[in-house]
C-alpha cells in the first residue's frame, strides 16, 4: 500500500514571494505518477501539476514547479510570485501505473493550508 | 457546462435515514470515482469504475454503502440506515483511460465540487 503525507498542516506567505510545501510518499511501485492538486474554499480540487516517476526532470506548470526527489521518495512543490488566488488547500497524491495504464484511484496526502497574504 | 455534477450540493439527513447522490461525468470519461472527505483531511478513495463496471471498492465502503454507474454514464452513491460518522464531502471524479501508448493520457482526474452530507 501507498503512503503520502504532507507534515506541513498551514503555510503562509506574502504576495508575490515564493513557497514550497513538503510531500514524502512510500511506495514499493517504481512506476507511478505524483501530482499537486488545488482546491481553493468552497471550490472543487484541480490539478496544479504531475510529474511521471519515469521522467528525471523536474516538471513545471508557469509559476508552478516540483522538485522531484525519487530515491528520497520527495515531491515538494515550490510556487513562485505568490498571488492571492493561490490561496487553498494542497494536496500531493499518488497513483499507480502498470502496463502504460494507471490503477485509477489516487492516494491523497492530508493536504497543506497555504494563505498568502496582500 | 461540460465538467464534473454533483447532486446536491449538500444533504441534512437524521441518523438511519438512507441517501442517495448522484454524479454525472465529463461525457466522454469511461472511469468514476468517489472519494470521502472529512473536514481538514485529503480525500479517501471509495470506489471506481470504468465503465459500468466497479472495479474496486476500499474497504471504507461498508455494506452500507453502494454505488452503481449503469449503462456506464453517471453514477449513483447510496448510503443505508446514515450514521453520525458518515458526515462528511462526498467527491466525484471521472477521468478518460487512454489507449495503449499513450502514457500520461489517462491519470489527470477531473473532479465535482461534491455533496456536503450532514447526519444529525
Known amino acids: 500500500a501507498q503512503t503520502v503525507t504532507q507534515s506541513q498542516p498551514e503555510m503562509s506567505v506574502q504576495e508575490a514571494e515564493t513557497v514550497t510545501l513538503s510531500c514524502t510518499y512510500d511506495?514499493?511501485?517504481?512506476?507511478?505518477?505524483l501530482f499537486w492538486y488545488k482546491q481553493p474554499p468552497s471550490r472543487q480540487m484541480i490539478l496544479v501539476i504531475r510529474q511521471e516517476a519515469y521522467k528525471q526532470q523536474n516538471a513545471t506548470e508557469n509559476r508552478f514547479s516540483v522538485n522531484f526527489q525519487k530515491a528520497a521518495k520527495s515531491f515538494s512543490l515550490k510556487i513562485s510570485d505568490s498571488q492571492l488566488g493561490d490561496t487553498a488547500m494542497y494536496f500531493c497524491a499518488f497513483i499507480k501505473i502498470a502496463g502504460g495504464t494507471s490503477y485509477g484511484k489516487l492516494t491523497f496526502g492530508q493536504g497543506t493550508i497555504l494563505t498568502v497574504h496582500p | 457546462d461540460t465538467g464534473v455534477s454533483q447532486d446536491p450540493r449538500h444533504k441534512i439527513t437524521k441518523r438511519g435515514q438512507n441517501v442517495t447522490f448522484r454524479c454525472d461525468p465529463i461525457?466522454?470519461?469511461?472511469?468514476l470515482y468517489w472519494y470521502r472527505q472529512t473536514l481538514g483531511q485529503g480525500p479517501e478513495f471509495l470506489t471506481y469504475?470504468?465503465?459500468?463496471?466497479?472495479?474496486?471498492k476500499s474497504r471504507l465502503l461498508s455494506d452500507r454503502f453502494s454505488a452503481e454507474r449503469p449503462k456506464g454514464s453517471f453514477s449513483t452513491l447510496e448510503i443505508q440506515r446514515t450514521e453520525q460518522g458518515d458526515s462528511a464531502m462526498y467527491l466525484c471524479?471521472?477521468?478518460?483511460?487512454?489507449?495503449?501508448?499513450?502514457?500520461?493520457?489517462?491519470?489527470?482526474?477531473?473532479f465535482g465540487q461534491g455533496t456536503r452530507l450532514t447526519v444529525v
Open positions: 461525457s466522454e470519461h469511461n472511469r
Open positions: 471524479a471521472s477521468s478518460l483511460r487512454g489507449k495503449p501508448g499513450q502514457r500520461s493520457r489517462d491519470t489527470e482526474a477531473f
Open positions: 511506495t514499493s511501485e517504481s512506476n507511478y505518477y
Open positions: 469504475f470504468q465503465n459500468e463496471a466497479q472495479l474496486e
